[in-house]
């Protein structure tokens, strides 16, 4: 594959990861303050899906491509911005997976509430507390690895 489609690739998935993630963070976290169950319902459930469409399989992509443009610019994996990008997305990778687990549970919380009739419980809250630390973590890790693709050759670390 040449160097314009994988980097093409990267860019793309990359935007769509942060875009599509901060979209859905952003929607969820009014949904979350509004109070309104049909409305946190709802949100819960299309933030679930778009991960599966959209958010997976850029978290796919974005190593596959980056380790091809590694290779093929022949940049070994242990260069130290490099190796610093892959240990920050390793670690948003997993805040990312942790906080899914969340999304998963609190769109499980949301129908129990909405077919019990009842709210949602401070177990819930606890839920979205966490889910939005992880997802801060998570930001700054990738903000950290687009910093450092950005200022790769102007560094030395």
């Known amino acids: 594959?040449?160097?314009e489609v994988l980097l093409t690739l990267h860019i793309g998935s990359v935007i769509l990861l942060l875009g599509v993630g901060g979209g859905s963070?952003?929607?969820k976290f009014m949904a979350d303050r509004s109070n309104n169950l049909e409305v946190i319902l709802h949100t819960n459930k299309i933030v679930v899906?778009?991960?599966w469409l959209f958010t997976t399989p850029s978290v796919i992509i974005q190593p596959i491509t980056g380790i091809m443009l590694a290779n093929l610019m022949n940049i070994p994996l242990?260069?130290?911005w490099l190796l610093i990008?892959?240990?920050l997305y390793l670690v948003a990778i997993i805040l990312w997976i942790m906080a899914v687990y969340l999304q998963i549970k609190m769109k499980e919380m949301a129908i129990k509430a909405k077919k019990e009739k009842s709210d949602l419980g401070s177990s819930y809250s606890r839920f979205?507390?966490?889910w939005i630390i992880l997802g801060i973590f998570s930001?700054?890790?990738?903000l950290g690895i687009f910093i450092l693709m950005i200022v790769k050759n102007t560094i030395e670390i």
Do not use: K, N
């Open 1 to 3: 594959m040449s160097y």
């Open 25 to 27: 963070a952003f929607y």
């Open 49 to 51: 899906l778009v991960d």
């Open 78 to 80: 242990t260069t130290p």
């Open 85 to 87: 990008s892959i240990v």
């Open 128 to 130: 979205v507390r966490t």
């Open 139 to 142: 930001f700054f890790a990738m």
